[in-house]
């Protein structure tokens, strides 16, 4: 609104603030229609999850068994709710519980196996 009232031309707000023609038209109209008032009580369109009613289920599920890959997420989180997701939204949803990838350790190309029994043996293995 700044920029406006120096007498700038739209084009010039849309580069200077980096926002889109539409942008621009749309605060200038509330802002004509409301005042300051008007601006501040923009809605934005924000999407919501189709697995939102599930969050707190799915959550304590995936502390409780955490899938090893995201392909395994997709099919527990289908075979828990019916509903089937791409990768991409199954990664930002786990994210948004606060799960996160974990990388496994590697085992080095020279171990070897026997020794790696008798460790696992003498120190237990822990689930």
Do not use: C, N
Not at 40 to 60: A, G, I, T
Not at 100 to 106: D, I, L, P
């Amino acid at each position: 609104m700044w920029l406006k009232s120096q007498g700038l031309a739209h084009g010039e707000i849309e580069r200077l603030a980096q926002v889109s023609s539409t942008t621009v038209t749309r605060y200038l109209k509330r802002y004509q229609q409301g005042g300051v008032t008007a601006l501040e009580q923009m809605d934005f369109y924000r999407p919501v999850s189709q697995l939102e009613p599930f969050r707190e289920q799915l959550k304590s599920h995936f502390e409780r068994h955490p899938p090893t890959r995201i392909t395994q997420a997709i099919a527990e989180i289908h075979r828990l709710t019916g509903i089937g997701l791409k990768q991409e939204a199954v990664r930002m949803f786990l994210h948004s519980l606060g799960l996160s990838v974990r990388k496994v350790g590697m085992i080095p190309a020279k171990a070897d196996p026997t020794v790696q029994d008798t460790f696992k043996k003498r120190v237990g293995t822990t689930p």
